[in-house]
Structure formats: structure tokens, C-alpha cells
């Protein structure tokens, strides 16, 4: 199956539904800026209230007759629909409107085909286009049920033409999971590289259009696609960064999420979201100037708990605080005094310094400390303590023996003891927790990666 190439939407026409029975409907302001995202010229927006959808068009056959006359009037092209539809509905929608119909699933992975730019990025859109394009094959052909003829002969038993499509495109779909697992599995040798190497790895998440982009550049000095429209970016972006007391960290841009984020995106970009998973912190990018703050961040929680990323330390990133003159820059403790969240503007730059700052906070809030006393042979262990910037101090004594303050999650000390069979545990000569720092973390499972 030939690969569908999406340009900009031209004149569209908007259909809005809204049923009483539904609970979180989608938004029509949202609609029109995912629409615009999309390059369409919005003629109009048609707003339909119903006690329940029609099971041909969603709308009812009186509905459909004013979407074609606004289709007609504003020589539209494209109706986009705020809700999903079902094959046979956008079949029968076409044949009477008379013009392409999509419903919201298929506007945003238009937006996702023209933002693509990695070859990760572009198999993901493909591999969802594909899933989506599964049940509605019958669209593309005027001749699904005519046969080709097997074993040579003239019009006998054969494969009809959706069977041949249907086949071809499922081939299509396993080749692209193929493709995807090394993608994958070489996202995950990367990922162990720097859990073997300590380096912390911090992930932005957020609303669409909250400044995520925006503050990565500003922060990492980065030159990623940032725009005022929604899903600007698209394909995951690391940068490494280097905090005075943490060392090397890496800091990730993901995609932004939306209400109601279709699964079928979620299980497209499966390897782009473990990203998110792995990490050690999100940062929590709000938009502090938009009027609907508290329905996006239970958005952003809700597609995090679909992804099993929500039990994940997170902080809060107030962006955009030159647009309110009542939220001041800097960071906001709770009572304990454990940063809460961080008001930053990454237009201006103002509280960025305190965003890193409360960042290197809460990377070392879990860590413990304790002492170690090395022998001549311990060089192994002295340089992957030395790596993993966990030393605080250091003394000899009369015999020469090294003396080494650590300090250290209880993952990495796990870790190290594991990468030197056990020589850490052996070198210990105090810990101020109750007992050693990795008794706990021994079964964590983490791979060796040479």
C-alpha cells in the first residue's frame, strides 16, 4: 500500500457535536487549533446538539443537509468532525456531503505526518496511519469485490482486491514493527548506557503549546522547532546538560499531549513514551496564561497514567509568568521545604536559574551517604565512583588506605555493587540509613552493557 502523503487541509468546514449524556466531551476551541496546526482555512464551525448519535451519519440526515450547504456556500473541501467516527459513517457522510470527511483521529495524525522529521517519527505516523486505515480500506476502491482468477484461469476463484490490500497492508504493518523493535532496542542500550553511567535522565511534559520546546532551546541552547500551534513538535529530542552538583544530565522534549489522546497514537509511540517512563523527574510544563490550566494538567495526568508514567517524580513548571503579573519567578516550596513548583517565563529567561537549581534538588533528594575505605586493588571501583560524580570527600590514612565520602541513590550503589561483584558492600565503613543502600535495590533487574 502506497504511502499517503498529507499537505496543508485548505477550506474546512467544522462540525462540533454535543450529546448530554457524554462526560469530558472535546473541546471546539481546540478543535479549530488543531485544525489550524493542520494548515486548513476554517470557512465555518458547525455546532450540533443531539439526545443521541445517529447511527449512519452521527448528525441526522437534517444536519447533513446544512453541512453541504455550508460546504457549497464556502466551496469547502475538508469536514472535520470533533468526535470519532465509524467507517460506515464517514462513507455515507462523503457520498452526501459530497467532500473529503475526516473526524478528529485522522486530523491529528495528519498534523503527526507533516511535523515527522526522524525516521523513528515518520515509521510511528505511518505505523498509526496504517492501524487507522485498517477498517476503512473500501474508501480508496470502486472495485473491492471483483476477483482476480488463481491457477491461471480466466475468472475463477481468487483473492478479491480488498483481500489482496488488507494482506498487503498487514505486511506493511508487521514490517514496520519490525523496523520499530530495533528502533527500540536501540533506544533501550542507550538508556542502559546511562543508567550504568549514572546520568539522570529528565523528561518535559505538558499540554501542546505549553513552552515546552521553547524552554528546552532556551535551557540546553538547543535549536528545536518551536511554534505557537499545536503538536509543533514531535519527535523526541536529548541534550545533555551539566548541573555544578549533580554532573552530566539529560534532558529530553517529548511530544506535547491533548485531551483524550487516541490510544492508537499512545500504542504508535510506544518507544518515543517509554522515554517519559524511564525518566527520573518530569518536568510539568503549564501554561499559566491559558484559561483552561486545571482541565489541561488532568489531561497531561490522564495520557501519564496511560503510559504507567505517573508514578514518576514530577515538578511543576509554571511557564509563561511574564504574561501574569501576580505570579512572580522562583521557586515555591512546600512545607517541608521540597520544591513544589518553579514559575519561569522561557521567553524572558526569568527563574530559569531556579528551575535548575530545584531540578539538582530533587535529583539528590533520595540519596544516601556513607563511607567507603579502598585498598590498592579497589581501582576499578574508585574510578566508577569518580564517574558517577558520587564523591564528597576524600582522606588517606597512616596505612595509605583511601577514605571516600559517597553519596548516592540507591539504585547507582546498587548498581556499582552489582558492576564490581560486590567489592562496594566490602569497602563500607558507615551508613547513615538503616542498613545498606542497595539491600533494596538488588532485584531491580538492571543489564549490563558493554
Not at 462540533?16 to 462526560?23: C, D, F, G, I, R
Not at 452521527?58 to 466551496?75: L, M, R
Request: net charge negative; with cysteine.
Amino acid at each position: 500500500m502506497a504511502e499517503k502523503e498529507f499537505t496543508a487541509l485548505g477550506p474546512t468546514i467544522l462540525v462540533h457535536v454535543e450529546l448530554p449524556q457524554a462526560k469530558n466531551q472535546e473541546d471546539l476551541e481546540e478543535l479549530h487549533r488543531l485544525a489550524e496546526s493542520a494548515g486548513a482555512e476554517i470557512c465555518d464551525a458547525i455546532v450540533c446538539r443531539r439526545d443521541g448519535i445517529d447511527p449512519r451519519t452521527y448528525i441526522g440526515s437534517g444536519k447533513v443537509q446544512e453541512v453541504a450547504a455550508a460546504v457549497q456556500a464556502h466551496e469547502a473541501e475538508v469536514v472535520v468532525f470533533n468526535s470519532p467516527l465509524t467507517p460506515a459513517q464517514e462513507r455515507n457522510l462523503e457520498k452526501e456531503i459530497g467532500v473529503r470527511v475526516m473526524d478528529r483521529i485522522a486530523l491529528i495524525l495528519v498534523i503527526f505526518a507533516m511535523r515527522a522529521r526522524t525516521y523513528e517519527g515518520k515509521l510511528q505516523v505511518e505505523l498509526a496511519q496504517l492501524h487507522y486505515e485498517q477498517a476503512r480500506l473500501v474508501r480508496g476502491w470502486t472495485h473491492l469485490e471483483r476477483q482476480k482468477g488463481g491457477f491461471g484461469l480466466r475468472g475463477g476463484p481468487g483473492e478479491t482486491q480488498i483481500e489482496l490490500d488488507r494482506r498487503a497492508l498487514r505486511e506493511r504493518i508487521a514490517a514496520i514493527k519490525e523496523d520499530l523493535e530495533v528502533v527500540a532496542r536501540r533506544r533501550e542500550q542507550n538508556r542502559a548506557q546511562r543508567k550504568k553511567n549514572a546520568i539522570p535522565v529528565v523528561s518535559f511534559v505538558g499540554y501542546t503549546n505549553a513552552g515546552k520546546s521553547t524552554l528546552f532551546n532556551r535551557l540546553t541552547r538547543s535549536e528545536v522547532y518551536a511554534a505557537d500551534q499545536l503538536f509543533a513538535t514531535l519527535d523526541p529530542t536529548l541534550r545533555n546538560m551539566v548541573l555544578p552538583t549533580i554532573g552530566k544530565v539529560v534532558f529530553a522534549d517529548t511530544v506535547g499531549f491533548i485531551r483524550h489522546l487516541p490510544h492508537e497514537l499512545v500504542a504508535a509511540f510506544r518507544a518515543t513514551l517509554e522515554e517519559t517512563v524511564q525518566s527520573d523527574l518530569l518536568l510539568h510544563i503549564i501554561d499559566i496564561a491559558d484559561p483552561r490550566i486545571e482541565e489541561n494538567m488532568e489531561a497531561v495526568q490522564a495520557v501519564l497514567a496511560q503510559i504507567k508514567a505517573d508514578q514518576v517524580p514530577s515538578l511543576l513548571v509554571f511557564n509563561k509568568s511574564d504574561l501574569n503579573a501576580e505570579v512572580a519567578a522562583g521557586i515555591v516550596r512546600d512545607e517541608s521545604g521540597k520544591p513544589l513548583r518553579v514559575n519561569v517565563s522561557a521567553k524572558t529567561g526569568a527563574g530559569l536559574d531556579d528551575l535548575l537549581k530545584a531540578v539538582a534538588e530533587l535529583l539528590t533528594l533520595d540519596q544516601c551517604e556513607f563511607t567507603v575505605c579502598l585498598q590498592p586493588q579497589d581501582g576499578k571501583l574508585r574510578s566508577l565512583l569518580y564517574e558517577t560524580k558520587a564523591i564528597e570527600g576524600s582522606s588517606y590514612d597512616e596505612q595509605g588506605h583511601e577514605h571516600l565520602q559517597i553519596k548516592l541513590k540507591p539504585s547507582d550503589a546498587a548498581r556499582l555493587n552489582k558492576l564490581t561483584a560486590g567489592r562496594l558492600g566490602a569497602c563500607v565503613e558507615g551508613f547513615t540509613g538503616k542498613g545498606l543502600p542497595w539491600e533494596q535495590e538488588e532485584d531491580f533487574g538492571f543489564e549490563d552493557v558493554e
